[in-house]
């Protein structure tokens, strides 16, 4: 995915200029997925990610919920159109009781 890389580069670096991440339709997986959680970890500029209309599973949501556990920057996530199911839809609810910065979540198809 060439896309990705710089995406990732950015999220990393914490690039003041990338406050969303429109990542909507790109064929995303959970392995890619889990690259961008782990950065997402330690960026402070990022407050909305578009995931919709992806490739990722309920374990890659529940992978992506915990890494934004702690993230005090992000405040929207939208996940619709995925295949999350229950448990990556419980993952992401007991995110928004762990992580108070989160108020807007989309999960709908």
């Given amino acids: 995915m060439l896309f990705f890389k710089p995406v990732l580069s950015q999220v990393s ?15 995303l997986t959970d392995k890619l997925l889990v690259q ?3 950065a997402l970890q330690t960026n402070s500029t990022i407050n909305e990610i578009w995931l919709t209309n992806n490739y990722i ?5 529940g992978y992506f919920a915990n890494a934004l556990e702690n993230n005090t ?8 159109g995925n ?7 419980l993952s992401v609810a007991n995110l928004l009781q762990r992580n108070r910065v989160i108020r807007e979540v989309g999960l709908e198809d």
């Avoid at 599973?57 to 949501?61: L, R």
């Avoid at 920057?73 to 619709?80: F, I, K, N, P, R």
């Avoid at 295949?83 to 839809?89: E, F, H, P, V, Y």
């Fill in 73 to 80: 920057t992000v405040t929207e996530v939208y996940l619709g």
């Fill in 36 to 38: 961008l959680s782990d």
């Fill in 57 to 61: 599973s309920e374990s890659g949501a």
């Fill in 13 to 27: 670096s914490n690039d003041p200029n990338v406050t969303t991440l429109q990542l909507s339709h790109k064929k």
């Fill in 83 to 89: 295949k999350i199911g229950t448990k990556g839809a």
